[in-house]
């Protein structure tokens, strides 16, 4: 991750594991600013229309493939939770961003919680999506009411 402060990593003072370098909530910050765009992306390639044809395909091969690992491998890209940790591990590798560690093991929670973060935030929009799709419904039931009793 970027270096925001000038400040060098201080000795804890019991344990002996060094102290962060960037404050915490800091941290939190970039976690949820790092979601987003790992969610838009892992959201877009296995929901949306513009990539339906590589994603049908990839269902299908995730039927038919004659191998377990090529139908696992397939699989990674129809299952949103699934590819959100391949999507977060570009955007660590990218930002170099880690969490209450320095090194692999920052890294490691980093990846860990910038994809259950992620998973939430579509889950939110998923939410979402149907909620505006129900009352779409909704209105369109309610239009079709008027317009019959207009007609009788």
């Known amino acids: 991750m970027l270096r925001l402060y000038n400040s060098q990593p201080r000795h804890a003072s019991n344990q002996g594991m060094p102290a962060l370098p960037i404050p915490l ?54 299952c949103e939770y699934c590819f959100s940790h391949y999507i977060a591990a570009l955007f660590l590798i990218i930002t170099r961003f880690h969490m209450l560690y320095t090194g692999w093991r920052g890294y490691l929670v980093s990846l860990f919680a910038l994809v259950w973060v992620a998973n939430q935030y579509m889950s939110i929009y998923n939410r979402l999506r149907l909620d505006i799709k129900h009352e779409h419904l909704e209105i369109a039931a309610k239009q079709d009411d008027v317009e019959q009793h207009k007609a009788a």
């Open 25 to 78: 909530a800091v941290q939190l910050v970039w976690l949820l600013m790092l979601a987003i765009p790992v969610a838009c992306v892992a959201w877009t390639i296995t929901h949306e229309e513009v990539f339906r044809e590589p994603r049908e395909y990839c269902q299908r091969q995730t039927r038919q493939a004659r191998t377990l690992s090529r139908r696992k491998f397939f699989y990674l890209y129809t």
